[in-house]
């Protein structure tokens, strides 16, 4: 038995264990990049559904969002209907003051005393005319100061000067007219029933 030659064995032992390290080697390496490419078209999947997912939605706010210009637009349309709801019930409102504000008017002006314009800007009265005398003028702020229209009577302007051998004054008088109390809402609709 001296003769034993076991070094062609050991070598086809060894090229067989290369070989199964290499198949193994490879077949990790296919596994890997298996795993990689799969990993790559799963995630490339994911990232192209979350992009079509975010244009959609992209689209849904665009369209929302016209929907609430419009939802706004129609918001300052009623904001502008009400208003004008609004100012046509005041003037519905203060059309009978407008008529006893006329009466009071004339029933407030002493005989010699003679407007030649009348003025309101809300509540703000503006009296412009002729009086026979100051003491007119002066009896015409007492009318004022005691109606129940009017109130707060200024001279502002008293001026005399002398027409045809008479003397008159030219005077500009500021009031106020009074807040609308609602007894006088009560007298015009018991006046009108």
């Known amino acids: 038995m001296a003769h034993i030659n076991l070094l062609p064995w050991r070598a ?3 090229k067989q264990k290369q070989r199964e390290f290499a ?13 990689v490419l799969f990993s790559h ?10 992009n079509q997912r975010n244009a ?9 969002n016209q929907r609430i210009g419009r ?14 709801m609004n100012v046509i019930q005041e003037l519905q409102s203060s059309r009978p003051e407008s008529v006893h504000l006329m009466d009071e008017l004339v029933r407030t002006l002493p005989d010699g005393v003679y407007l030649s314009s009348f003025v309101q800007k809300v509540r703000v009265l503006e009296m412009v005319g002729i009086a026979q005398s100051n003491a007119r003028v ?3 702020m007492r009318n004022i100061d005691d ?18 051998r008479n003397r008159i004054a030219n005077f500009t008088l500021h009031g106020a007219q009074k807040a609308r109390r609602p007894e006088a809402e009560d007298d015009t609709n018991g006046e009108a029933g």
């Open 12 to 14: 086809e032992l060894n």
């Open 23 to 35: 198949f193994t080697s490879g077949g990790a390496v296919l596994v890997a990049a298996l795993m």
């Open 41 to 50: 078209v799963h995630y490339e999947g994911k990232i192209e559904n979350q």
């Open 56 to 64: 959609f939605l992209e689209s849904e706010i665009s369209i929302l």
């Open 71 to 84: 939802i706004q637009e129609l918001e300052k349309m009623k904001d502008d209907l009400l208003a004008r």
């Open 138 to 140: 002066s009896d015409y």
């Open 147 to 164: 109606s129940e229209w009017f109130t707060g009577p200024r001279l502002n302007l008293i001026k005399s000067t002398q027409s045809n």
